[in-house]
């Protein structure tokens, strides 16, 4: 039921985002949850919401949970240059914010499990996605009822000589294969494109809807087979298929079209839908001109060994799990433990800054070839990368000009009479509004140079000032501006207003929680 699937799923993935990047965990379940969906006949749309919260508020576990709490130690260190010796911070241990991490996650799966059905949308997808058919599944869900033929072109036939551009969108069919005569059977990345040249004699592989199907082949003189012959082996349902995928927050490919990036000859993906917004547009709306948004789920058709490789491309999210694949190195795994296991060590029995440690722990899985040095570069996030780079200098500028203590004080001015934890209340409210319009890194830089000097001011601990910044700016709920968020937008077909219902309450139980556990462990 339910009320027993979110507890286990939540749990789960906010202990394990409690180790990796709140987005990283949310992408990993996100094919689980859609295994649970289908197989339990729960709709994504009340299972995505608290697993996506869960793997935020899990990264207020550890200091290496999420992007501000493993910059806010250096951030300490930076703001220590312009303190005077007596008003100098101490850095924060590994497990220094679990206890409120644990109360944080155990509030939010009570949240949801007590007030689920209020604050979970019901999507029209909700009472019609059941059983484990895939075909079943896209059509009740997207509307897809396609059907996979070959077609024969005549010598005869007008269709000689046109492009597969001039045909697929006015006749809203798919073409995905294609043999010609002497020739082996064309299927993948590289095969076709746009500008593909249709020939006398040639075998097209054609999805489609039959309505549409039966129009094409009338008008332009096919002969269509019964059945799969020339693609029986390439087109078999052990090879290919159709699936999901989304593209993610930080995918090089948004703003982009499918028909910029030639999506069907550089990835080997035919889309046939593009549901966003609680909508899906299919083959004959323009889609393939259509920019990209993140949280958009593509329904393509692709080869299975295509959509293996498509889940190591940082630009999708997979969200189909169960097509025949291989095992991705399961040789490393003893490598990959053994290298966490140092980094770990390395921040809990040295004094190395944390992020030499966690540093070490990546080299190592270079080293030992648990990725190459080529998938290291690409997973490394060079937005953020960039981003930090102008914004410390801001912080640390902010810090030593003095901006910080002046707007500091006119805020005492405010505030200052009132009890400790009104006025830590109100940063924490500060940095949740902040990370609400820009990303939760920036908010941590420009505003724990501000909450040491309030703190410093108020007579308060300037340490836990900054931590309550760090822990704040994961108290982004209220809209999809979060990366998580805009991850499962997509396929569990919520809108803003699903996220400002389930997050409204989300937000102030976490600032309640928040505050009442800061002031009961530091």
Known sequence: TEKRII???????????????????????????????ARSGLPMSRLLMPMGFTAILGGTMTMVGSSPLILLNDLILSSNKALPAEQQME????????????????????????????????????SNTRGTDPMR?????????????????????????????????????????????????????????????????????????????????????????????????SLAATKAG????????????????????????????????????????????????????????????????TLARTEKDRNFVVVTT?????????????????????????????????????????????????LNIEEAYEAVSWKTVFLLASLIPLGLAVETTGTAKWIADQVLVVVGHMPIWVIQTSVAVLATFFTLVMSNVGATVLLVPLAVNIAIGAGASPAVFALTVALATSNSFLLPTHQVNALIMGPGGYRVVDFMKAGGGMTVLFLVVLIIMMSLVF
């Open 7 to 37: 507890p286990i799923v939540s749990a789960t993935v906010g202990v394990i985002s409690s180790f990796m990047q709140n987005v990283g965990a949310a992408a990993l379940f996100l094919p689980v949850v859609s295994r649970i969906s």
């Open 91 to 126: 850095t924060w241990g590994l497990f220094s914010v679990t206890p409120v991490g644990i109360v944080l996650i155990t509030a939010g799966i009570i949240y949801f499990v007590v007030a689920g059905r209020f604050v979970l949308p019901a999507t029209r997808s909700e």
């Open 137 to 233: 599944y896209f059509h009740d869900v997207y509307g897809v009822d396609y059907t996979l033929n070959e077609l024969v072109v005549p010598d005869a036939s007008e269709l000689v000589g046109k492009k597969l551009d001039d045909i697929e969108t006015i006749y809203r069919v798919r073409i995905i294969a294609s043999k010609r005569p002497g020739e082996e059977p064309r299927v993948g990345p590289g095969a076709h494109a746009r500008d593909t040249e249709i020939r006398k004699g040639m075998v097209l592989g054609v999805i489609a809807d039959p309505g549409d199907l039966t129009h094409f082949v009338e008008k332009y003189g096919l002969k269509k087979r019964k059945g799969l012959r020339s693609f029986s082996e």
């Open 242 to 305: 159709i699936a999901e995928v989304v593209i993610p927050p930080g995918s090089s490919l948004i703003g982009k079209s499918a028909r910029d990036i030639w999506m069907r000859k550089t990835y080997g993906l035919a889309m046939i839908g593009l549901h966003r917004n609680g909508e899906t547009m299919r083959e004959g709306d323009d889609i393939r001109n259509l920019p990209f948004q993140a949280g958009d789920t593509l329904v393509v058709h692709t080869s299975w060994e």
């Open 322 to 370: 169960e097509y025949p694949r291989e095992e991705l190195r399961p040789n490393k795994v003893l490598a990959a433990a053994i290298s966490f296991s140092i980094a770990l060590a390395l921040v809990l029995f040295t004094d190395i800054r944390l992020s030499v440690a966690l540093l070490t722990g990546a080299m190592g899985m270079v080293l030992s070839g648990v």
